[in-house]
């Protein structure tokens, strides 16, 4: 049984640049949410999809979109990158049904690095 | 907004010591979850509690919730080692809304001295 798997697992980006983050949910798992995790800080919210329309929105700005497809796997996008978008990007997967108290899956992150 | 800290920050200790982190919500939680996260990984989750003044043990480890659910509490007995790692804590936004968006708390890393 697979966990949640993200791709690439290390990035570097040129400022102004866009990037496109993949995430695998967990099977059996239809929600993907996705945080950023700057150093030493905790996992911030960014937006989460479920039946491919985002339901959550955390704030960030509009650079920051994303996308959920049929079999529940999901992409981040980052436009006109800045240097404070370096960070790790989170996936977590879980079960809408379980309302607020689901558990989340994480996977593994993406490090993304802005030059 | 609704915010979660999480003390204290950093915590330095022996092997063989107790170790206590402590978790404030500003708003009422309708769950706490707790997750590990060792240096250059991803969160883990460890456990949630859901009642009021729930109390519950895996291991050397012990977690509360308090009565009025906005605070909580991870406690570790006789740290290892393997121990280390950052404790983050973490509630829904929505209190008793369909959704599992997690604010999570400031984190408190824990160093084991051997």
């Known amino acids: 049984d697979a966990g949640v798997t993200q791709s690439p697992t290390h990035l570097i980006k040129t400022r102004g640049q866009q990037v496109t983050l993949r995430c695998s949910p967990k099977?059996?798992?239809?929600?993907v949410s996705w945080y950023q995790q700057a150093l030493g800080q905790g996992p911030q919210f960014i937006f989460q999809?479920?039946?491919?329309?985002?339901?959550q929105r955390g704030n960030f700005p509009d650079r920051f979109s994303g996308h959920q497809f049929p079999n529940y796997s999901s992409e981040l996008n980052v436009n006109a990158l800045l240097l404070g978008d370096s960070a790790l990007y989170l996936c977590?997967?879980?079960?809408?049904?379980?309302?607020?108290?689901?558990?989340?899956?994480f996977g593994q992150g993406t490090r993304l690095t802005v030059v | 907004g609704q915010q979660v800290m999480q003390i204290p920050q950093y915590q330095h200790v022996q092997e063989g010591e107790d170790f206590t982190t402590y978790c404030n919500s500003s708003t009422t939680l309708s769950n706490i979850q707790w997750y590990k996260q060792r240096p250059g990984g991803h969160p883990v989750f460890l456990i949630q509690?859901?009642?009021?003044?729930e109390v519950k043990k895996q291991k050397r480890l012990t977690f509360q919730f308090g009565e009025a659910k906005k605070n909580s509490s991870l406690h570790i007995t006789a740290t290892q080692t393997t121990d280390v790692g950052t404790y983050f804590c973490a509630g829904p936004m929505n209190y008793g809304g369909a959704t599992n968006k997690l604010i999570f708390g400031t984190g408190t890393l824990l160093a084991v001295q051997p």
């Open positions: 977590a997967s879980s079960l809408f049904a379980g309302g607020a108290g689901t558990e989340a899956f």
């Open positions: 099977s059996g798992h239809d929600t």
């Open positions: 509690l859901v009642k009021s003044g």
């Open positions: 999809y479920y039946e491919e329309e985002e339901r």
